[in-house]
């Protein structure tokens, strides 16, 4: 099957009207999105809209062999003018099949959310999952006893939990041609989505883009340890989040414990669990070496900070005469022993930390105790990463790659 994307964007586009954010602002010339709607084979429509015949025209193709046109929207939008020769915009009901004249084969897969998604069988036997936006597949798309999609087209930064959900299904392979469709402008373009985009294992193409059904397409893995540094209120949880959001298991490594009648702190645990998703699991250890040697799904381990103070309190770090003593040869070997551990792990980790010094120098011994060990423990964990990003901001730096 041939594919053609007359547009990538979300319903109302990219630019949006009027919108003045300074995605929008960017989004310009090639990198402005229409409406997603894809051409498939030149003989099934999925989507119609505004300019769909010069979208088709400007990417080389006629609509004039267009056989079937189906909707996907959760509502049926503006109205829009039927091109002549055009057969009328259906959407199937949920569960039912449609075959097209064409020698496609169309079945409507039912959403969690308003809309409908098709799974559409070529003539060559090549299969696309194409998902409207906001929507995942309910269940498993009809997807028992059958091998992983070979393209999908879905709205992989508006949710990325439904990817990890396709993955945990098999119905999305290592082989599966993840394309983000109905881009919004929550990130912007260029690096910035391709960054993203790559941490999911999909990829973005500019609008008019063609592509062939079960043709591989090498997308960048997620490297197998990252480091992301940040300072207070970065963003650097959220980003190592991200970077982790749309594989179907992840251990969420907590290293902050409980803190008994610390309300605020209680609070902020509450709020990082809400916006993690329902599939992780949550570890609160600050055991890391066993878990970074277990086989297993990945980790997000959440932060090495706190994990230095449960270190220097266990080797009585804070008191002059302990560290002088034997507290600083303890924590050495404690800290050796982490390390070793990123070195050798076989999971796929992803550690968050603070960045420290930028200027600040701690009014007690103690506190700059903590800040040299926390500056040479990132120091050398990132050493046995492949992927090092510093958040500022909000905004991801990347330092090693």
Known sequence: ??????????????????????????????????????????????????????????????????????????????????????????????????????????????????????????????????????????????????????????????????????????????????????????????RELERRLAA??????????????GAYEAVPDLPRRTLVLGGARSGKSVEAERRLESFPEVVYVATGGTRDGDTEWARRVGLHRERRPATWRTVETCELVPLLADDGPALLIDCLALWLTEAMDRAGAWDDEVWAERGREELAERTAALVAAVRTTRRRVVLVSNEVGSGVVPATASGRRFRDELGRLNARVAGECEHVLLVVAGQAVVLKE
Do not use: F, N
Not at 112 to 130: H, I, K, S
């Open 200 to 213: 999911a294992g999909a990829r973005a193409v500019p609008d008019g883009t063609t592509v062939l059904v």
């Open 1 to 190: 099957m041939e594919l053609t994307l007359l547009g990538t964007g979300t319903p109302v586009g990219l630019p949006r009207p009027g919108c003045p954010c300074a995605a929008c602002a960017v989004c310009v010339g090639t990198r402005s999105r229409a409406a997603t709607a894809v051409l498939v084979d030149g003989a099934l429509l999925l989507d119609l809209t505004p300019g769909a015949v010069l979208a088709g025209a400007r990417a080389g193709h006629s609509l004039t062999g267009v056989r079937q046109v189906l909707l996907t929207h959760p509502h049926d939008g503006p109205a829009v003018e039927l091109p002549p020769g055009l057969p009328t915009a259906v959407r199937v009901p949920d569960g039912q099949e449609l075959s097209v004249i064409s020698g496609h084969r169309v079945r409507a897969a039912a959403m969690d959310a308003p809309g409908t998604g098709y799974e559409v069988t070529g003539p060559d036997g090549g299969r696309l999952l194409y998902l409207p936006p906001g929507g995942a597949p309910a269940g498993t798309a009809g997807q028992s006893g059958r091998r992983p999609y070979d393209t999908v087209l879905a709205d992989v930064l508006g949710r990325p939990e439904a990817l990890a959900r396709l993955r945990a299904s098999g119905a999305v392979g290592p082989a599966t041609d993840v394309i983000a469709v109905h881009l919004d402008h929550d990130v912007p373009p260029g």
